[in-house]
Nanobody
Framework: QVQLVESGGGLVQAGGSLRLSCAASGRTGSNYVMGWFRQAPGKEREFVAA????????VYADSVKGRFTISRDNNESTVYLQMSSLKPEDTAVYYCAASRKAVVTKGEYNYWGQGTQVTVSS
């Protein structure tokens, strides 16, 4: 069982930046592919970004490509999402997730955090 705890959300003006963190319980290291998802009010949860176990491969949703960067520190069992040039449409609850898949993936995640709110004002 993996427990994930997100932090770093908040209120930011359009054009600003935030960095989200996700700490995994225990020394999970590089055991999981890690991903970020988000859910805006009234909408379904959507994929944002994912990173491979070793950190060498990443994938992004088209809507955030070039603005968001996912990274990980396996020594600290932590994954990050650096968000820049934020837009009001980025407003959502952001969730961290872990997958047992061997390769980076947009789906099939097994463990989820509780989420952190990101609000971007216009």
């Amino acid at each position: 069982q993996v427990q994930l705890v997100e932090s770093g959300g908040g209120l930011v003006q359009a054009g600003g930046s935030l960095r989200l963190s996700c700490a995994a319980s225990g020394r999970t290291g590089s055991n999981y592919v890690m991903g970020w998802f988000r859910q805006a009010p009234g909408k379904e949860r959507e994929f944002v970004a994912a990173i491979s176990r070793g950190g060498g491969s990443t994938v992004y949703a088209d809507s955030v490509k070039g603005r968001f960067t996912i990274s990980r520190d396996n020594n600290e069992s932590t994954v990050y999402l650096q968000m820049s040039s934020l837009k009001p449409e980025d407003t959502a609850v952001y969730y961290c997730a872990a997958s047992r898949k061997a390769v980076v993936t947009k789906g099939e995640y097994n463990y989820w955090g509780q989420g952190t709110q990101v609000t971007v004002s216009s």
